[in-house]
């Protein structure tokens, strides 16, 4: 069913994908019920699969969903299966000895965080499936996951980063090294795919960084020496593209980490309710302000975003530096990707007709390239 169907029968069948293998299972459980609760019910017939920590695709129960702070993925529920170059048709296993029960879908509403679900595995199975859905293809999506790659585009491109060296178990970097490149003696070390602030650390002295560098290189095989931005600010900015092509930014947004905690870590953002405090729209002079719009087009441009993406900086003074980008950023009801664009004058339920018209825009856009080959 190509958009313009979708239209006319003016119920759009949506499928939200939620939970998944990576350590931010629950920050999507809560993500996904804020975006099941804005979708206009008469005019999206949603259906909820849930990803176990496994990988498991399984029919969720949208009963309760409506109220429910995060949705609730059934470990043994019917299992689901979208099926290559299927356009949206997905069996339904499981239910009891009865044969495979047929769903169809318009749009796929991939609302998963970290590897797995935003680094471009997903979205290369949903090209397989040939299915229109949410948020940046394969190249966009890969490309921001890995903090190491996206800085080298962003390099590459003139914008911004802070100063890092790469570095591998294989082949290690001493402090003095890290030091000398970065041009700090303080430093920032992160694994390079992860996510919510896991698997990163502060470090003043070889021994706090050999620690660090243990610490990051357990998450994974790549990691980042940054040099460590100090006074800074966090500041975000929510990019969207409209189902035209245009391409917005966002009223900015600025996180401020209690002081308790140092810097933005897994507990300032999940774990103590007051880890951190959010301010949208956040104070930053409007020239200032001007350009890290303008620079967080660009980024989404650079990186081969498309549809959405959360561009966060930091800034010390009058200096911008380009942090990272998420492509499927948090959204659950405190989350800061909706609420800037609630600033901007654009309610949560637009948003989500705004996301979903570029899904089915650019699905049937594709198809048609295809089909003149
Ligand atoms: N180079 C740096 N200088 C200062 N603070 C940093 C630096 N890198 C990371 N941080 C702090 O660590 C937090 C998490 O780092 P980030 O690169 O955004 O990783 P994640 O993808 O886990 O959010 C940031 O929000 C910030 O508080
Ligand atoms: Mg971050």
Same mark, same amino acid.
């Given at each position: 069913m190509g958009w313009i169907d979708v239209m006319a029968h003016n119920t759009t069948r949506v499928a939200i994908l939620f939970g998944g293998r990576s350590a931010e299972h629950d920050v999507s459980r809560a993500s996904a019920a804020n975006i099941f609760r804005s979708l206009d019910a008469s005019r999206y017939a949603v259906t909820l699969i849930g990803i176990t920590p496994e990988g498991r695709w399984v029919l969720a129960d949208a009963?309760? !969903?409506? =109220? +429910? #702070?995060a949705l609730t993925v059934? @470990? /043994?529920g019917p299992q689901i299966v979208l099926l290559p170059a299927g356009q949206g048709r997905a069996l339904v296993l499981g /239910?009891? +000895? !009865?044969a495979p029960r047929e769903l169809t879908f318009d749009v796929i509403f991939p609302v998963l965080h970290g590897p797995n679900g935003e680094d471009g595995t997903m979205q290369g199975a949903l090209e397989l499936a040939d299915v229109a859905y949410v948020g940046a293809r394969v190249m966009g999506s890969a490309a921001a996951m890995d903090k190491d790659v996206a800085k080298r585009l962003l390099r590459d491109a003139g914008l911004p980063i802070v100063p890092f060296v790469t570095m591998t178990a294989a082949a290690p970097v001493s402090y003095e090294d890290a030091v000398h490149a970065v041009g700090c003696s303080e430093l920032f070390i992160k694994p390079a795919n992860l996510g919510s602030s896991v698997g990163i650390s502060k470090a003043r002295t070889p021994q706090e960084f050999a620690a660090a560098c243990d610490l990051a290189l357990r998450f994974d095989g790549k990691i980042l020496i940054e040099r460590c931005i100090s006074p800074v600010r966090e500041i975000e900015c929510a990019v969207l593209e409209h189902a035209d092509g245009e391409v917005k930014a966002s009223e900015l947004g600025e996180i401020v980490p209690a002081? %308790?905690?140092?810097? $933005? %870590?897994y507990a300032a953002k $999940? =774990? /103590? !309710? %007051?880890?951190a405090s959010l301010h949208? @729209? +956040? #104070?930053?002079e409007p020239g200032l302000a001007q350009r890290i719009r303008k620079m967080a087009t660009e980024v989404f441009g650079v990186l081969c975003c498309e549809s959405l993406a959360r561009v966060d900086f930091f800034v010390h003074g009058e200096e911008v530096y380009v942090n990272e980008v998420n492509t499927l950023p948090g959204f659950t009801n405190i989350s800061m990707y909706p609420k800037m664009w609630e600033a901007t004058g654009l309610p949560q339920p637009a948003l989500m007709d705004a996301l979903i018209a570029h899904a089915l825009a650019r699905h049937a856009r594709l198809r048609q390239l295809a089909s003149q080959r």
């Open positions: 009963v309760n !969903a409506r =109220t +429910a #702070q059934p @470990p /043994d /239910d009891g +000895a !009865a002081s %308790s905690h140092g810097f $933005y %870590s $999940y =774990t /103590d !309710a %007051s880890g949208v @729209p +956040a #104070q930053v």
